[in-house]
């Protein structure tokens, strides 16, 4: 009656080749860095006036744009109070600048880097906060990327800094690097089984946070969770990224034990449960966000043990980005009541997750 | 946003045609007509001895297997106490002969006809139990051949009847022409509704009894309903044939006006169930057999409606038995436990509804 777990076999090769970098893959969607960075001579953005805000933004662009540097064109700019509800949208879904930048009511901007792994934003809760974002479990390559146009910065604009403290920002918790590090985990197992509480509650010892899809305060939909630094006083940036990458793993390593544990206890009922939710999405005629995103993370577990094997993870990330209102009014046109975006939203799952 | 109803055009033709049979065919799934009869020269069975009971079962056997009469090579014997659970199982899921002849612990025998349309209980609640199946609304026809069957009979053997009341049954409720007349129905309409409550009402103010698939005291699953007379004293066989006739055509009204209504209303929820059904059944990987008919009663809905055009009606109709316990076991085998047999069952729904 009892099957392999499809997970014993790749698991065994992982005790031979040492830790395998498939298994953060699965686990760990995005890694993001985002350092806090504020101009000496402008009050911080909660004091700041309209004609500062665009001094400030003016000399972010000059800086970036000039066009002896080599940022010019590998940037786009946004100016954020400018952009039509769903373009912000979009961006916020994205997690190309957040859902702060966009509520504020000050003068903001963001650069953007075509290839989407950098953004600039210019007048958020500090005056810069430069993030990279990559796919997969790449911290250290973040980490790289935004010392880089840190140091781009740095040679034309004098940073907000302090020998004893370190670089000085808006929120206390951000004093010191300026760093946060995050990571987007897939956790479904972690869930299911209720150990997410347990997670939750090691974690904030540590100083890590865990939070929904789309930072403070909102809720985990999908099993997505983003798992980040709490503090960066008092380490350095190696210390912040290498005590996450350490906490991830074992949480990777806890995620992968509940994965194999759910599906030697029932391997019917475990597959069962991933492939009715492929059904449903393929067959659905109208169908929330929140729903979606709920099926979508079964399938994604599916995909990741090798149980569902006729859809590539590609569709799933692509999917997981698309079907939000954002992207999706952008798609479908932007007067769309909710039960024309549900309509819209299961053709558009339907149709990708039959094509593959 | 909203499109024609498939019933509308249907239903236009229909006023044209005078009355479609189609609605008859897709709500009717099978018609049933029998007739309880009882020898004189017996107790009735409840007092009827081992003995007496051999020979009443002899005395029928010779009938219909008399090589001079033209029953013998139409018909199969089955000895009911020696048949294997399994087998008891599928003549009862099959509705070939009733759950209290299995159950009964007289001696007790069955005469089916091979093509499946006539079968003898013989010492069930009655000395004989003649019973006509047929599908869709062909109640005058099943009736044509009970009383066929009946006249057979009656040339060979004395049955118990008086001149004041008629054939004399062990229930009074039966005596008189000892017929009862039911149709199978598919409601679904009616129960999201909640209308089956008034119905049922209705029903039993005019002689009309509606129950679950098995007969008494079972509950209706994927919302299918016997309806049947309740007496069966003074009336004649057509007046009990047409007053269930009668009522049959009303509730197909009904169920029909519910139908467009539902769709009307919200066309996308109410596709949305029905092709989310199909998916969950394409999906699965273990299913009861409750949640199966519940889920096909959905599908069936969406191909009388024309919403679902890649399934066949047959195939729900073959799906409806075989994924029962019985059928189910004597494909799959006999020493299946519980989950093994929602095991089975989902892979059989899955290649079955794949194929169409």
Not at 139 to 165: G, P, Q, S, T, Y
């Amino acid at each position: 009656m009892f099957r392999k777990s499809p997970l014993q076999d790749r698991r065994g090769s992982m005790a031979n080749s040492g830790r395998d970098r498939q298994y953060e893959e699965d686990i760990v969607i995005t890694s993001r860095v985002r350092m806090a960075r504020n101009l000496e001579e402008y009050p911080f953005p909660a004091k700041i006036d309209a004609k500062q805000s665009e001094r400030l933004i003016n000399t972010i662009k000059d800086t970036v744009f000039d066009k002896k540097g080599d940022m010019a064109d590998r940037f786009l700019y946004f100016n954020i109070p400018n952009l039509s509800p769903i373009d912000k949208m979009i961006l916020v879904e994205k997690h190309l600048i957040s859902k702060e930048l966009v509520e504020s009511r000050r003068l903001s901007g963001a650069m953007i880097s075509k290839d989407e792994k950098i953004s600039i934003m210019v007048n958020e809760e500090d005056h810069l906060r430069i993030q990279s974002l990559m796919h997969g479990m790449m911290l250290d390559e973040a980490l790289d990327v935004c010392n880089d146009m840190d140091d781009f910065l740095d040679k034309k604009i004098d940073f907000a800094f302090n020998d004893r403290l370190g670089y000085l920002t808006s929120c206390p918790t951000n004093i010191g690097t300026g760093i946060r590090a995050s990571v987007m985990m897939h956790l479904p197992a972690i869930v299911m089984t209720g150990y997410v509480r347990g997670i939750l509650e090691a974690c904030s010892k540590v100083g890590i946070t865990i939070r929904g899809l789309y930072g403070e305060n909102t809720e985990a939909t999908g099993n997505l969770f983003q798992v980040s630094n709490q503090v960066t006083l008092g380490m350095s940036e190696e210390e912040i990224i290498s005590n996450l990458k350490n906490i991830v793993r074992q949480i990777i390593e806890q995620e992968l034990v509940l994965r194999d544990d759910l599906y030697k206890q029932n391997t019917y009922m475990f597959e069962d449960k991933l492939f009715r939710s492929l059904g449903i999405l393929r067959s659905a005629r109208i169908i929330s966000s929140e729903e979606s995103l709920k099926l979508l993370s079964d399938v994604r577990l599916g995909i990741d043990m090798g149980i569902i094997k006729d859809v590539k993870i590609d569709t799933i990330n692509v999917l997981s980005t698309i079907i939000q209102p954002g992207s999706l009014q952008s798609i479908l046109g932007s007067n769309l009541g909710n039960m024309e975006r549900d309509v819209g939203r299961a053709e558009i799952l339907r149709t990708k997750l039959r094509n593959d």
